[in-house]
T-cell receptor, first 116, second 111 residues
Framework: DGGITQSPKYLFRKEGQNVTLSCEQN?????MYWYRQDPGQGLRLIYY???????QKGDIAEGYSVSREKKESFPLTVTSAQKNPTAFYLC???????????????FGPGTRLTVL | GQSLEQPSEVTAVEGAIVQINCTYQ??????LSWYQQHDGGAPTFLSY????GLEETGRFSSFLSRSDSYGYLLLQELQMKDSASYFC????????????FGRGTSLIVHP
């Protein structure tokens, strides 16, 4: 079955530690995205990638880093510089670049990160 | 920048019809999407409007008025499983066409 996987579902870390969240898709989608969701809030864009080896900052990129070495994978690192990292993190992908004829985003199940 | 307004919560009874409104402010508007998210789950795509008018998909319909910067999601024959959060999201050239999401509307369906 095609889809997006994120692991782990729940993650606990101590303050000051970097942590990497995994996102893998087998939908053969070009574009991938990372969003952060806080309670009662919408989704805020952290980073996105339209093509392998290229990525762009979103609205709240500070304290985060990404890589896109393979089409299928778009890991997100939450660094110690992120002041309030506890949140629900969602990865998504879409068939083509944003603005193309197909705009639907497919989301993974999310990772709930708690920093103690 | 872009901004969206939608009600924080809507309640309705099973079998009823409910409308969730969304108003937006943006430059370079391209289209409006709607997503559904059950508690703790992943958002799932419901609809996309680029042109004025109503798009119907089963029990769900979505409407857009570009001149009024307004859209709505219409849910008919409500079922308990429709209890979820609903997000509108605007696509605009200023945001590289990537959807900017509203804060979401929590729909509570009562028996």
């Amino acid at each position: 079955d095609g889809g997006i996987t994120q692991s782990p579902k729940y993650l606990f870390r101590k303050e000051g530690q970097n942590v990497t969240l995994s996102c893998e898709q087998n939908l053969n989608h070009d574009a991938m995205y990372w969003y952060r969701q806080d309670p009662g809030q919408g989704l805020r864009l952290i980073y996105y990638s339209q093509i392998v080896n290229d990525f762009q900052k979103g609205d709240i990129a500070e304290g985060y880093s990404v890589s896109r070495e393979k089409k299928e994978s778009f890991p997100l690192t939450v660094t110690s510089a992120q002041k309030n990292p506890t949140a629900f993190y969602l990865c998504a992908s879409s068939m083509g670049p944003a603005g193309g004829p197909v705009n639907e985003q497919f989301f993974g199940p999310g990772t709930r990160l708690t920093v103690l | 920048g872009q901004s969206l307004e939608q009600p924080s919560e809507v309640t309705a009874v099973e079998g009823a019809i409910v409308q969730i409104n969304c108003t937006y402010q943006t430059s370079g508007f391209y289209g409006l999407s709607w997503y559904q998210q059950h508690d703790g789950g992943a958002p799932t795509f419901l609809s996309y409007n680029a042109l004025d008018g109503l798009e119907e998909t089963g029990r769900f319909s979505s409407f857009l008025s570009r001149s009024d910067s307004y859209g709505y999601l219409l849910l008919q024959e409500l079922q308990m499983k429709d209890s979820a959060s609903y997000f509108c999201a605007v696509h605009a050239s200023g945001g590289s066409y990537i959807p900017t999401f509203g804060r979401g509307t929590s729909l509570i369906v009562h028996p």
